[in-house]
């Protein structure tokens, strides 16, 4: 896609959305990447009814090791895959207060060495708790990298290192929350609603939906 394209789409989705925020409800950094571990497989829905609750009771590492497997268990269990997830939460916050005073940090690598936490999770964490220029790539900024011609790659990774490449600088800050909620709400995966769409006259997907 040529570079016009890109400022072009960019653009339109600034226009559209000036200040995108995630859809997951969280009050610090830890909150929010407990919500983000709880996120992967699940939808932002399901993962604020159950922090709704959680957070009342545990909104720090210490709380949340206090509640201990059983007890955090009580509260995630209608996410799936609950039981490795709060094995990995309670172990996460273990090494926060370990190592990290019970505080988030602020670094690629430290963050992808607490459990639980990948790229994507880190990405979510450094981009939206503490305002860096990441790209975190789910399964709808995937979709809608590869569908639109943005950017074309069999792989995460590879979209996640393209995009970083042909998005400007001045759209970098929100480019992963424009792109998801386009995902999420627009170009869907079973069928793209092109006529809602904002973008589609430089999309280039070759089999847009018909008004």
Same mark, same amino acid.
């Given at each position: 896609?040529?570079? /016009?394209?890109?400022?072009?789409?960019?653009? @339109?989705?600034?226009?559209?959305?000036?200040?995108? @925020?995630?859809?997951?409800?969280?009050?610090?950094?830890? =909150?929010?990447?407990? /919500?983000?571990?709880?996120?992967?497989? +699940?939808?932002?829905?399901?993962?604020?009814? +159950?922090?709704?609750?959680?957070?009342?009771?545990?909104?720090?590492?210490?709380?949340?090791?206090?509640?201990?497997?059983?007890?955090?268990?009580?509260?995630?269990?209608?996410?799936?895959?609950?039981?490795? %997830?709060?094995?990995?939460?309670?172990?996460?916050? %273990?090494?926060?207060?370990?190592?990290?005073?019970?505080?988030?940090?602020? =670094?690629?690598?430290?963050?992808? *060495?607490?459990?639980?936490?990948?790229? %994507?999770?880190?990405?979510?964490?450094?981009?939206? +708790?503490?305002? @860096?220029?990441?790209?975190?790539?789910?399964?709808?900024?995937?979709?809608?990298?590869?569908?639109?011609?943005?950017?074309?790659?069999?792989?995460?990774? *590879?979209?996640?290192?393209?995009?970083?490449?042909?998005?400007?600088?001045?759209?970098? @800050?929100? +480019?992963?929350? $424009?792109?998801?909620?386009?995902?999420?709400?627009?170009? %869907?995966?079973?069928?793209?609603?092109?006529?809602?769409?904002?973008? *589609?006259? $430089?999309? =280039?997907?070759?089999?847009?939906?018909?008004?």
């Amino acid at each position: 896609m040529s570079p /016009a394209k890109v400022r072009s789409i960019f653009r @339109q989705l600034r226009a559209a959305n000036p200040s995108p @925020q995630s859809e997951l409800l969280y009050r610090s950094p830890f =909150e929010l990447l407990v /919500a983000v571990i709880l996120s992967a497989q +699940a939808t932002d829905k399901s993962v604020n009814l +159950a922090t709704r609750e959680l957070f009342r009771k545990a909104r720090t590492p210490q709380a949340m090791c206090k509640l201990g497997l059983a007890g955090l268990k009580r509260y995630i269990r209608t996410i799936g895959l609950y039981n490795t %997830k709060a094995r990995n939460i309670l172990a996460a916050c %273990k090494l926060l207060l370990e190592r990290y005073g019970g505080e988030v940090p602020r =670094e690629r690598a430290a963050l992808e *060495a607490l459990p639980g936490v990948g790229r %994507k999770t880190a990405n979510v964490v450094l981009n939206v +708790a503490f305002g @860096q220029a990441t790209l975190a790539v789910d399964t709808h900024v995937f979709r809608v990298a590869n569908r639109t011609g943005l950017a074309r790659a069999s792989s995460p990774r *590879a979209v996640e290192d393209e995009l970083l490449r042909v998005i400007p600088a001045q759209f970098m @800050q929100h +480019a992963h929350h $424009w792109l998801i909620l386009h995902g999420r709400y627009i170009c %869907k995966a079973r069928v793209p609603d092109c006529p809602r769409c904002p973008i *589609a006259r $430089w999309c =280039e997907y070759p089999h847009k939906t018909p008004p």
